[in-house]
């Protein structure tokens, strides 16, 4: 099983990212997933993002990004997304992605800077 995030880097406050999550190894639709962030300084905090079920593809978001991120599948390329809008300065962490379980092993995570 490998996880592999990309698709960080430098963006605005009011620009926008998609961060992807490539699985290897095991299928999105076998289980429910979700992204995670860990700050500069917070390397103890990996802090939950959004969770995506896919049975109904009901999401459900972290209070300080709903209504700004969106996490969707593509289950034929057994790819999650997290896209982000209207960025705010403590979104600036590493991205990283694993079930709800937190069962997998984690992947290298993708940076991502956001600069006002």
């Known amino acids: 099983v490998h996880l592999m995030e990309s698709g960080g880097g430098l963006v605005q406050s009011e620009g926008s990212l998609r961060l992807s999550c490539a699985a290897s190894g095991f299928y999105f639709s076998n289980r429910d997933m979700s992204w995670y962030r860990e700050a500069l300084g917070k390397e103890r905090e990996r802090e939950w993002i959004?969770?995506?079920?896919?049975?109904?593809?009901?999401?459900d978001y972290n209070e300080s990004v709903s209504g700004r991120f969106t996490i969707s599948t593509d289950n034929a390329l057994n790819t999650m997304y997290l896209q982000m809008s209207r960025h705010h300065a403590e979104d600036t962490a590493v991205y990283y992605c694993?079930?709800?379980?937190?069962?997998?092993?984690w992947g290298q995570g993708t940076q991502v800077d956001v600069t006002s």
């Open positions: 694993n079930d709800v379980l937190v069962s997998l092993s």
């Open positions: 959004a969770s995506i079920n896919l049975l109904d593809d009901r999401t």
